[in-house]
């Protein structure tokens, strides 16, 4: 029977050392994809309100404009206090859930993680000696804070660390479609109530009739 081949050098079991640099680096990324992902969620929510706040400005000017306009001043006004009380709801969800603050503060431990990492990562080339309890200490220490990554978080890292977890593409692309599905799905009610705004202007100024008829029986009449 022919001896076993050896095993090579690359396939031997990482150290306590390195698994705890990985899993420092895959922290240090989950939260700087979750301080991403709260600054894109309070900017949207921003960008929703301004585009309520520019539909309040344009529906006025248009009821006074000579403009033949597809509803009735009663619609008209019942929208414009829907927009008015989406303004307000928007921006008090953005300032209540501090997308800003919590997202600097991930950021920040990011960053110290990294520093950590990169002072592991020269003592582990160095072989020099490691107290790896007192990493452990500052691991614990910078992971226990109040706001933590989502599982999308986690899994986006998996999938942009290439290096330390490496998976065929068609799966690697299956799950960066996944991931921006999930991500998108978190606008889907905002950006319903930005396209029904728009639509409301285009049925506004006869260009579409999106709306149902019953609310243009009014300008119909006259």
């Keep these: 029977m022919a001896a ?3 095993i090579p050098e690359t396939a031997r079991p990482p150290t306590e050392a390195e698994k705890l640099l990985l899993r420092m680096r895959i922290s240090q990324k989950c939260r700087y ?9 309070y900017r949207f929510r921003l960008f929703t309100s301004m585009m ?35 303004i307000l709801v928007f921006t008090v969800i953005a300032g209540k859930a501090g997308f ?16 950590s990492s990169r002072r592991l990562t020269r003592y582990i080339a160095a072989n020099a000696s490691i107290r790896l ?4 200490q500052e691991y614990a220490q910078l992971t226990s804070g109040k706001e933590s990554h989502s599982r999308s978080d986690y899994l986006l890292a998996r999938v942009e660390m290439n290096d330390n977890f490496p998976m065929w593409i068609g799966k690697r692309a299956l799950l960066r479609a996944l991931l921006a599905v999930s991500a998108l799905s978190n606008y889907i009610i905002p950006l319903m109530l930005i396209l029904m705004e728009m639509a409301f202007i285009s049925d506004m100024l006869t260009l579409t009739t999106f709306y149902p008829g019953v609310l243009h029986l009014s300008v119909a009449s006259h």
Excluded: C, T, W, Y
């Design 33 to 41: 994809n979750a301080s991403a992902r709260l600054r894109r969620s």
């Design 133 to 136: 309890e007192d990493f452990h």
């Design 4 to 6: 076993l081949p050896p």
């Design 52 to 86: 309520f706040a520019v539909g309040l400005m344009i529906i006025p000017l248009l009821q006074n404009s000579p403009i033949q306009l597809g509803f009735s001043a009663p619609v008209i006004a019942m929208v414009q206090v829907l927009l008015a009380a989406g």
């Design 100 to 115: 800003e603050i919590r997202a600097d503060r991930l950021n920040q431990e990011g960053d110290a993680l990294k520093e």
